[in-house]
């Protein structure tokens, strides 16, 4: 198994590009949607959660009420980390999980986070960064997915910047062109990506720890 981090901002096109690489035969390991199974009613995220921050964050059909959550955390920090405190370990141990999973495999495995990549946290072999200047990420989510621009603006404000993210890089893959444009940068990155090294059977950062102590950078998941 290789693995993979794939990171990008908000409407950079990680998940185009992700999707072009399952094609191409890429396991998708995607933190987002994970962490929304996580937070399903009765999950124990959700459970902990509500614990913590009550029903004012449960929606009126039972399930996670997301904008009162972000109203309650993203002005506090400290609160916001207590959040990441609870959702984080959980997601860590699900992707473990996922990547013990093909360990031993030829898999390819892509780790597709919003948050930047600490290689200590996953064994990941490469990190690629979707590149899209920012004017251009914010049409495209205002114009294709709907959004408000005053949201998908302050979405933005609340993610790594472009340059924190091309700091930690090991791969760009500009995405200022339109979709053929990307569609035939794939080939090279899916090149690159097999050509990384494999992850050890005993690597370490494949185990659960034991009182989790996983990192939280004061960048959201929620
Ligand atoms: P992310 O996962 O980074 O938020 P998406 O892959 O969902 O971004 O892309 C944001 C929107 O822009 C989507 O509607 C997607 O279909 C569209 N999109 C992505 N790349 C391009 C491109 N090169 N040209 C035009 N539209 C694009």
Redo the contacts with the bound molecule.
């Keep these: 198994m290789i693995v993979v981090g794939l990171t990008?901002?908000?409407?950079?096109?990680?998940?185009?590009?992700s999707e072009g690489l399952a094609r191409l035969g890429a396991v998708i390991i995607d933190a987002d949607a994970m962490t929304r199974e996580l937070q399903q009613p009765g999950a124990p995220v959700f459970n902990a959660i509500v614990e913590r921050f009550g029903q004012e964050i449960v929606a009126a059909d039972g399930s996670l009420d997301r904008l009162a959550l972000a109203a309650i955390v993203f002005p506090n920090p400290e609160i916001l980390k207590e959040l990441n405190a609870l959702v984080h370990p959980e997601i860590g141990r699900a992707i473990r999980s996922r990547m013990r999973e093909h360990l031993g495999t030829d898999s390819v495995v892509v780790l597709d986070v919003p948050l930047l990549i600490e290689n200590s946290r996953y064994p990941v072999a490469g990190v690629a960064v979707?590149d899209t200047p920012v004017d251009i990420a914010i049409d495209?989510?205002v114009n294709?997915?709907g959004m408000d621009e005053t949201d998908a603006r302050a979405r933005i404000a609340r993610q790594a910047t472009r340059e924190e993210r091309l700091a930690k890089a090991d791969y760009v893959i500009d995405?200022s062109?339109?979709?053929d444009?990307?569609a035939l940068l794939l080939p090279a990155l899916w090149e690159w990506m097999q050509g990384l090294e494999p992850v050890a059977a005993d690597d370490q950062r494949l185990a659960d720890p034991v009182d989790p102590p996983d990192a939280t950078d004061g960048k959201s998941l929620a």
């Design positions: 990008g901002g908000i409407g950079s096109g990680k998940s185009t590009v979707v495209r989510l294709i997915r995405n062109g339109d979709r444009a990307l």
